[in-house]
């Protein structure tokens, strides 16, 4: 099985902040096969990123990726209010299909 | 729209059944292939299971392989979840998935809790 281990686990940031979330795979991927996820708290996750890079629809532009092999980045430029949430990334490599352990953005 | 409305969790006691289902609407139902992901109460994300869209292509995690079955019926809209020999740590709550391309899960359901206990 591919281990996603992100770091940090938490991080406590203010408005205005630029917010990078690092994920690793403990085998090379392809950057095709990466993805990045939202979750608020009682909701349902929501996709963010495919591909390691490609914002999905609706996604304000103040969220990039990046990466590539092992290493990825969630980069989030000026957060925003409604950014404070926890972060997954997520291997569609092989299977099983895998999470990292996610990353909470709180406020500061 | 993309709708998924997942139903049927609920408290069950270990050793128990319980199936759960998911109603689509909004997209071309036949056309997709269908996840389960689920998640403990405070923990991260597990994915559970997969079926294609035909139902041709089915797979699962080792920790269900066994004891869960995922099935859809297309002329319903459906999809489903059968889960057999419960144990507590397959408590939490359960999401239905569409896939995106490569794989993805790029529209959830709000999630139905499935409660492991005696």
């Known amino acids: 099985d591919i281990q996603m281990t992100q770091s940090p686990s938490s991080l406590s940031a203010s408005v205005g902040d630029r917010v990078t979330i690092t994920c690793r795979a403990s085998?090379?991927?392809?950057?095709?096969?990466l993805n990045w996820y939202q979750q608020k708290p009682g909701k349902a996750p929501k996709l963010l990123m495919y591909g390691a890079s490609n914002l999905q629809s609706g996604v304000p532009s103040r969220f990039s990726g990046s990466g590539s092999g092992t290493d990825f980045t969630l980069t989030i430029s000026s957060l925003q209010p409604e950014d404070f949430a926890t972060y997954y990334c997520?291997?569609?490599?092989?299977?099983?299909?895998?999470f990292g352990q996610g990353t909470k953005v709180e406020i500061k | 729209e993309v709708q998924l409305v997942e139903s049927g969790g609920g408290l069950v006691q270990p050793g128990g059944s319980l199936r759960l289902s998911c109603a689509a609407s909004g997209f071309t139902f036949s056309s997709y292939s269908m996840n389960w992901v689920r998640q403990p109460p405070g923990k991260g994300l597990e994915w559970v299971s997969y079926i294609s869209g035909g139902s041709s292509t089915i797979y699962y995690s080792d920790s269900v392989k066994g004891r869960f079955t995922i099935s859809r019926d297309n002329a319903m809209n459906s999809l489903y979840l059968q889960m057999n020999t419960l144990r507590a740590e397959d408590t939490a709550v359960y999401y239905c998935?569409?896939?995106?391309?490569?794989?993805?899960?790029?529209?959830w359901g709000q999630g139905t809790l499935v409660t492991v206990s005696s």
């Open positions: 997520q291997q569609s490599y092989s299977t099983p299909w895998t």
């Open positions: 085998q090379s991927i392809s950057s095709s096969y």
């Open positions: 998935a569409r896939a995106g391309g490569a794989y993805n899960f790029e529209s």
